[in-house]
């Protein structure tokens, strides 16, 4: 997945569950994440790029925080990782998927 798709979708996630951005970055850290709390904040808002690895995982952070139950719920169910593919993006894994044809 390109850098900016995944910031996107990860951004639009963040918001649309609401996420506290410091509860956030906490679990993130606690994940093993290396950016501090402001990297964080500017990457969410897109003022600033993550390494693939601090990007997937926040990407964690995001989907554990978002529905702890593994649940996944809402437009943006998911926030990807760098090597999902595009088209799979955000999307509830138990929903309805396109075929191309």
Known sequence: MDEQD????????????????????????????????????????????LPAKERDVLSQAVNERSDPDGRPRGLLAMAPYSDSPLTDAGRDPSGPREVGL
């Open 6 to 49: 995944q910031q996107a979708l990860t951004a639009g996630v963040i918001q649309e569950h609401g996420l506290d951005l410091a509860q956030l970055w906490l679990d993130y850290a606690a994940l093993g994440g290396n950016a501090t709390q402001q990297d964080i904040e500017d990457y969410a808002a897109g003022l600033i790029s």
